[in-house]
């Protein structure tokens, strides 16, 4: 199994603050790669998709990067509604695995 | 738009069964992968299963031990999971989930989630 691991597990940062989280893979997962959103007590959402592929209706201060085994989202400018748990998900191939999650908070 | 609705989920003891159900509509079911996430209580998420389009294969995380079934009825738009001789630790959110492609991908659609509790 490909085992996924982000960093930092948690990430506090201030209104504006350009945040930076990055994801590893235990072997190459090309770009099939995506990231999601996740707030208490709701599903998940997709951010992310192919790496660098912004889904529909999420703002463009979301942005992600890499290949192989390394992948970052970023996102550009902390707003309070990105106060959430971040995760990142591989689908080269089964079992689909995620990350274990990294929570920001924002000041 | 894509909708997803579990239900099913439930408190129920060890060693018992529940089958969810998740309704899909917005999008042509039978032409999408379906997948089972889970969640257990305060940890991440976990690929459960998922059934495919083409082939109609089913694959399950190694962990279930032959103990869950995924299946789908395109005529009703609805995928199942059946799952067998539960235990404390399936206790988790089980999210239905759109895959993107026919034969996997990512994950383009949730449902909000059923809480299955396995307790005595």
């Known amino acids: 199994d490909i085992q996924m691991t982000q960093s930092p597990s948690t990430l506090s940062a201030s209104l504006g603050d350009r945040v930076t989280i990055t994801c590893r893979a235990s072997?190459?997962?090309?770009?099939?790669l995506a990231w999601y959103q996740q707030k208490p007590g709701k599903a998940p959402k997709l951010l992310i998709y192919?790496?660098?592929g912004l889904e529909s209706g999420v703002p463009s201060r979301f942005s992600g990067r890499g290949s192989g085994t390394e992948f970052t989202l970023t996102i550009s400018s902390l707003q309070p509604d990105d106060a959430a748990t971040y995760y990142c998900?591989?689908?080269?191939?089964?079992?689909?695995?995620f990350g274990q999650g990294t929570k920001v908070e924002v000041k | 738009e894509v909708q997803l609705v579990e239900s099913g989920g439930g408190l129920v003891e060890p060693g018992g069964s529940l089958r969810l159900s998740c309704a899909g509509s917005?999008?042509?079911?039978?032409?999408?992968?379906m997948s089972w996430v889970r969640q257990a209580p305060g940890k991440g998420l976990e690929w459960v299963s998922s059934?495919?389009?083409?082939?109609?294969?089913?694959h399950y995380v190694d962990s279930l031990k032959g103990r869950f079934i995924i299946s789908r009825d395109t005529s009703k738009n609805t995928l199942y999971l059946l799952m067998n001789s539960l235990r404390v630790d399936d206790t988790a959110v089980y999210y239905c989930?759109?895959?993107?492609?026919?034969?996997?991908?990512?994950?383009?659609?949730w449902g909000q989630g059923t809480l299955v509790t396995v307790s005595s």
């Open positions: 072997q190459s997962v090309s770009r099939w």
């Open positions: 998900h591989q689908y080269d191939s089964d079992p689909r695995t």
């Open positions: 059934i495919r389009v083409h082939s109609g294969t089913t």
């Open positions: 989930a759109k895959d993107d492609a026919p034969d996997g991908g990512y994950f383009n659609g």
């Open positions: 917005g999008f042509a079911f039978s032409n999408y992968g």
């Open positions: 192919r790496a660098s």
